[in-house]
């Protein structure tokens, strides 16, 4: 492990649950009730629940900004609080105010003086001089023994039981691990000041890999298709859309629970009360339990860093240690929606399968799936294709039985990866498992000569995809 990756384990520890202050609206009807649920449900005092009143709309003037948010804010927070938590109902963002005249030296682009809330008020608190135009250094920035920011998040969603719902998916992680595939979308851009962004993403993916996720990146450079098989997605991050497309739009498709999801657009954020516009609000919708995203226009620079983010969640931070340390700059226009405190990765794996194992859970077998892929990376290949076979017939399990005829495959024993792939499709599939599974069969029968077996399975994939046309 690297000194600075050593470092910040250190300087990232558990935080205190006194050390966190949450803030809800009093005009919101939920926001108060959504506040004392997360209180109880993280063992946070309710002493430190305060109360905000503020238009409850996601976009505010600077002044209602000022005086609703910053300032009560700012008077109540206790001494050495490390988290502040804003809960639904909380304004999203601030407009841009043309009558601000700062005296800040910045390209015209820079030169504004919209932002997220949360972002604002990590400057603001970190800096009570910081100038509401243009944008601050982030001391915390891939800087484990920088100055650390207050860091602001928020609880936020399209509805209340969104809101509820990433709470408890956070806190099961924390016990039982994340389980699931790891899917990233690159552009395949070679452009100048837009390279960066792929070359995050494909950095985060190669992370995952490393920590034994089963792992896809595509590099076409056109999103996926609504037809694209993904399933039990446990992290996302891709780009470059305006809107949810692709798989995610599918009234099926739902994330792992947990799941960490980032789609890179300039204005991913720019609502968190909608299921079906921008990414932040959608991706909650379909089950993820923490994202991030633009309200404003950011330029790609001085968005999250993508692999930074992850590689931080990876080495045992929480979301927001993980999110801020992947931001160069305050007083802009990042987002962070999730519980602040979750720890995705905080439990060994060993640990999860012991407890998976006890409690009976179905995800035993993503966990397993991790241990052989850890134990095929290090070169234990012949204990990682036995372990994978025994588990695959102790749990009857379809994600091992796939994967055990991926590794026939890439051993070239063609029989058995026909026998493991359809033993996956004798279980109990989702439709675009099966689109999955099926798809890599029709393609073996195909390349062995046995066309009419693998038209018989591409018939099979095209029924399923037709039939979701209509609906």
């Known amino acids: 492990m690297s000194g600075i990756l050593s470092l910040w384990l250190v300087t990232g520890a558990v935080t205190a649950n006194d050390r966190v202050a949450i803030f809800f609206n009093d005009q919101e009807p939920a926001s108060r009730e959504l506040a004392e649920f997360y ?9 430190r629940v305060y109360r905000l009143s503020v238009r409850p709309v996601e976009t505010i003037t600077r002044r209602e900004f000022t005086e609703g948010v910053l300032t009560p804010l700012r008077s109540q927070l206790p001494a050495g609080v490390e988290y502040v938590v804003l809960m639904y109902g909380v304004p999203l963002r601030i407009e841009q105010d043309p009558n601000l005249r700062d005296q800040v030296e910045a390209p015209p682009q820079f030169a504004l003086n919209h932002a997220s809330v949360e972002s604002e008020l990590a400057a603001q608190l970190l800096d009570a001089r910081s100038p509401a135009t243009g944008v601050i250094r982030n001391p915390w920035f891939q800087a484990p023994a920088g100055t650390r920011p207050v860091l602001v998040g ?4 399209p509805d209340p039981a969104t ?15 994340l389980h699931g ?12 000041g837009y390279k960066v962004g792929d070359d995050w993403i494909r950095d985060a993916a190669e992370a995952f890999r490393e920590v034994g996720f089963e792992t896809e990146l595509d590099e076409r450079p056109e999103t996926w298709p609504v037809t694209a098989p993904l ?6 991050a891709g780009w470059y859309a305006h809107h949810v497309t692709g798989p995610f739009t599918r009234e099926d498709f739902r994330f792992q629970p947990g799941a960490l999801a980032y789609h890179i657009h300039s204005a991913s954020g720019a609502s968190v009360r909608t299921k079906t516009l921008y990414w932040v609000g959608p991706l909650l919708a379909k089950g993820a339990a923490a994202t991030m995203g633009n309200v404003y226009e950011p330029y790609l620079a001085l968005t999250p860093h993508v692999n930074v983010f992850f590689r931080r ?4 931070a929480t979301f927001l240690e993980a999110a801020y340390a992947s931001v160069p700059v305050l007083s802009w226009q990042t987002t962070f929606v999730g519980d602040p ?3 995705p990765f905080s439990v060994p794996m060993d640990e999860q399968i012991a407890r998976l194992t006890t409690a009976g859970d179905a995800a035993l077998e993503w966990a397993y799936l991790r241990k052989v892929n850890m134990l095929l990376s290090i070169g234990r290949d012949a204990e990682g294709r036995e372990l994978c076979r025994q588990q695959a017939v102790a749990l009857a399990s379809p994600v091992l039985w796939e994967k055990f005829g991926d590794l026939c495959v890439a051993d070239r024993r063609t029989e058995s990866a026909i026998a493991a792939y359809r033993t996956a499709l004798d279980q109990r599939l989702a439709d ?9 069969l029709a393609r073996l029968y195909e390349a062995g000569g046995e066309t009419a077996r693998a038209q018989e399975w591409q018939a099979r994939v095209a029924a399923i995809l037709q039939a979701r046309e209509k609906k």
């Open 432 to 440: 675009m498992a099966v689109v999955r599974v099926a798809g890599k």
């Open 341 to 343: 405190l979750y720890r």
């Open 231 to 236: 399933t039990d997605v446990a992290v996302y």
């Open 163 to 177: 809101v509820r719902r990433m709470v408890t998916d956070a806190l099961r992680v924390e016990r039982f691990g």
């Open 39 to 47: 209180a109880g449900q993280r063992g946070i005092p309710a002493e």
């Open 154 to 157: 928020r609880l936020d969603g």
């Open 313 to 316: 969640l990876l080495a045992g």
């Open 181 to 192: 595939r790891a899917c990233f979308d690159i552009r395949r851009i070679e452009e100048a």
